[in-house]
DNA sequence: AAGCGGTCCAACCGCAAAAAA
DNA sequence: ATTTTTTGCGGTTGGACCGCT
């Protein structure tokens, strides 16, 4: 594997951008595209790198970015996202339209890391249940639990796969789900091994998300009830449900 | 007013994966 | 199948800005 050469080369300008070279940039792409960035530059007549311009046209000059500060619940998604995925900012950027992962990434390091350490959990009473399962599709536990493995590939804000640690499934008990703790709260899940929960948090899209949920069974919703068996992604309240609709389209709401 | 330290964010760097040749 | 090129990603940095002393 042979590294490309970066912008190094003489006479290729570094650091930040006039609105000049903005203007050349954004004039180019929308009237050519950006077929191959490494000869867009030369093409379009700036005096950057490829990696320069891709970079300066995906973080800011994009016509669907979102400026402005992120809402309260835009954070929230963040930070839930990133127990579910980790430092995967452009996986957590993919379901927060207009945002871009720099600058997720940007707000987590500037804001969250803080906000965490002050202990501020996202808010609200209730929780909002993406996903819950449907009882009588219940994989065969003999099958899937000798794969159930939640080791640091699954959701790394699982802190214990211990079924007693539940504090929502008092009126779930008696079924087969595995039951996860997130950081205190507790959630049931259907059986799934390691592999399983990787494509679903890996998913390119939240269709093919809520179909990875739908193979084994589960029923994709989302909602504040407390009482439905779930997998609990969050904290939030009914004001929140069409935000998290918007990043789970295809998930249905609990009436 | 000046100096200083902290914060924020755009941009860069290096690596790895994916795509193309 | 192998090599080369391109793209994407995450970590890091530089400098502008702001508030405090």
Same mark, same amino acid.
């Given at each position: 594997m042979v590294r490309a050469p970066c912008c190094e080369k003489m006479g290729l300008k570094k650091g930040p951008w006039t609105p000049e070279e903005d203007h050349v940039l954004v004039t180019y792409i929308q009237q050519y595209g950006h077929g191959n960035w490494r000869a867009l530059p030369k093409l379009a007549g700036l005096l950057?790198?490829?990696? @320069?311009? !891709?970079?300066?046209?995906?973080? +800011?000059? !994009? /016509?669907?970015?979102k400026r402005g500060n992120f809402?309260?619940?835009?954070?929230?998604?963040?930070?839930?996202?990133h127990e579910m995925l980790g430092n995967r900012w452009s996986a957590i950027a993919a379901r927060l339209p207009g945002r871009?992962?720099?600058?997720?990434k940007n707000v987590w390091h500037t804001h969250l890391?803080?906000?965490?350490?002050?202990?501020?959990?996202?808010?609200?009473?209730?929780?909002? +249940?993406?996903?819950?399962?449907?009882?009588?599709?219940?994989?065969e536990p003999s099958e899937k639990s000798e794969s159930l493995d939640?080791?640091?590939?699954?959701? /790394?804000? *699982?802190?214990? @796969? =211990?079924?007693?640690s539940a504090t929502t499934s008092d009126n779930n008990s008696?079924?087969?789900?595995?039951? %996860?703790?997130?950081?205190? +709260?507790?959630?049931?899940? /259907?059986?799934? =091994?390691?592999s399983f929960w990787s494509e679903v948090l890996s998913a390119e899209n939240s269709?093919? %998300? #809520? =179909?990875?949920?739908?193979?084994?069974g589960g029923v994709p !919703?989302?909602? #504040?009830?407390?009482?439905?068996?779930?997998? *609990?992604?969050? %904290? +939030?309240?009914?004001?929140?449900?069409?935000?998290?609709?918007?990043?789970?389209?295809?998930?249905?709401?609990? /009436?």
């Open positions: 950057r790198c490829g990696k @320069s311009c !891709r970079l300066r046209w995906t973080n +800011y000059l !994009r /016509p669907d970015i809402s309260r619940e835009e954070e929230d998604a963040i930070i839930n996202l871009t992962d720099n600058e997720i890391k803080k906000r965490l350490k002050q202990n501020q959990p996202p808010t609200s009473e209730t929780r909002a +249940y993406f996903f819950s399962t449907k009882t009588e599709q219940e994989p939640f080791g640091p590939a699954s959701p /790394p804000q *699982c802190t214990s @796969s =211990d079924t007693s008696n079924n087969d789900k595995t039951c %996860m703790e997130f950081d205190g +709260y507790a959630a049931n899940l /259907p059986e799934a =091994d390691e269709d093919q %998300m #809520v =179909d990875q949920f739908q193979a084994i !919703r989302v909602g #504040v009830s407390p009482a439905d068996n779930g997998f *609990c992604l969050d %904290m +939030y309240d009914d004001n929140s449900i069409d935000f998290w609709l918007n990043i789970f389209p295809g998930a249905d709401e609990i /009436p």
